[in-house]
């Protein structure tokens, strides 16, 4: 069994929209391929502090990445760190403040846009700075980086729903097609990556709101997603995931030892 993961988040999906409009992941789920869990952000629900709760496990609290202009290097040991260090291959085709938190602040798109280095945290990376970035590139971003370079963990991080939600709110048939849209594209790879036994972690930072915005304890900017499949799951419906523990969850697939909080009922087998 291969204990690779392909940890996938949607910026910016509510989990109201992903549990009523993403037909692919909700068939996946009816064939109890996939689980669905609904899990409630950390506060305040933002881009830059939820990827660091997402990639390392602590709260914008903790870590102090408390707003997007927080521009810096991560002070946590982040996933990335966790898996270099135990001689496994990183890869994310991502935002490029993924880039700043893991491997180089601020961020320079002539050095860092393409990224190939084996010493960084990150080290094979594709990062992108404009909230249009197209998903379906971004995917091919991802694919390349797969086939290139065989990461044990990838980080996939697609930007348009968030960015149909700022420009058109919650309550849009923008924000829910746009929703559809990457459904379809995820109907695109996840076959054949669970065909070849990838463990997939799908989820979003944040949700969204009807001001064209997030932040807060709106049920539909604060509840967001949680799909898993792969053979590593317990599948176990009464388990009960919160955000801090993705990261420690990423890592306990990946037998990578931490001191992350976990779910570890979400497992079968216990590391
Ligand atoms: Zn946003």
Request: with cysteine; proline share 6%.
């Given at each position: 069994?291969?204990?690779?993961?392909?940890?996938?988040?949607?910026?910016?999906?509510?989990?109201?929209?992903?549990?009523?409009?993403?037909?692919?992941?909700?068939?996946?789920?009816?064939?109890?391929?996939?689980?669905?869990?609904?899990?409630?952000?950390?506060?305040?629900?933002?881009?830059?502090?939820?990827?660091?709760?997402?990639?390392?496990?602590?709260?914008?609290?903790?870590?102090?990445?408390?707003?997007?202009?927080?521009?810096r290097l991560?002070?946590?040991?982040?996933?990335?760190?966790?898996?270099?260090?135990?001689?496994?291959?990183?890869?994310?085709?991502?935002?490029h403040?993924?880039s700043e938190l893991y491997n180089n602040a601020p961020y320079d798109?002539?050095r860092d846009?393409?990224t190939?280095a084996?010493?960084l945290p990150i080290?094979?990376g594709?990062f992108?700075?404009?909230?249009?970035?197209?998903?379906?590139?971004?995917?091919?971003?991802?694919?390349?980086?797969?086939?290139?370079?065989?990461?044990?963990?990838?980080?996939?991080?697609?930007?348009?729903?968030?960015?149909?939600?700022?420009?058109?709110?919650?309550?849009?048939?923008?924000?829910?097609?746009?929703?559809?849209?990457?459904?379809?594209?995820?109907?695109?790879?996840?076959?054949?990556?669970?065909?070849?036994?990838?463990?997939?972690?799908?989820?979003?930072?944040?949700?969204?709101?009807?001001?064209?915005?997030?932040?807060?304890?709106?049920?539909?900017?604060?509840?967001?997603?949680?799909?898993?499949?792969?053979?590593?799951?317990?599948?176990?419906?009464?388990?009960?995931?919160?955000?801090?523990?993705?990261?420690?969850?990423?890592?306990?697939?990946?037998?990578?030892?931490?001191?992350?909080?976990?779910?570890?009922?979400?497992?079968?087998?216990?590391?």
């Amino acid at each position: 069994m291969s204990r690779r993961v392909i940890y996938i988040v949607l910026d910016g999906l509510s989990d109201l929209v992903a549990r009523e409009h993403m037909g692919y992941l909700l068939a996946l789920t009816e064939a109890n391929i996939a689980t669905h869990y609904t899990i409630s952000c950390e506060l305040p629900g933002i881009s830059r502090p939820l990827y660091e709760c997402l990639l390392t496990g602590a709260t914008p609290v903790e870590s102090g990445v408390l707003h997007n202009q927080v521009v810096r290097l991560s002070k946590q040991t982040s996933l990335f760190d966790l898996a270099r260090s135990q001689g496994k291959t990183t890869a994310a085709a991502a935002y490029h403040w993924v880039s700043e938190l893991y491997n180089n602040a601020p961020y320079d798109p002539v050095r860092d846009r393409i990224t190939c280095a084996p010493e960084l945290p990150i080290q094979y990376g594709m990062f992108y700075h404009k909230d249009h970035y197209p998903d379906d590139h971004l995917f091919l971003d991802a694919e390349y980086l797969r086939r290139t370079y065989d990461p044990d963990l990838l980080l996939i991080h697609p930007m348009n729903i968030d960015d149909a939600g700022h420009k058109f709110a919650f309550d849009s048939k923008q924000y829910r097609n746009q929703a559809r849209m990457t459904d379809g594209i995820l109907s695109n790879w996840l076959p054949s990556w669970l065909e070849q036994g990838y463990q997939i972690v799908i989820t979003a930072d944040h949700g969204m709101n009807n001001d064209f915005s997030h932040g807060g304890i709106l049920p539909e900017e604060r509840q967001v997603p949680l799909f898993v499949m792969g053979e590593v799951f317990s599948h176990d419906k009464f388990a009960s995931p919160k955000q801090t523990q993705l990261c420690g969850l990423v890592a306990d697939i990946l037998k990578l030892p931490h001191d992350k909080p976990n779910c570890r009922t979400m497992l079968k087998d216990v590391p």
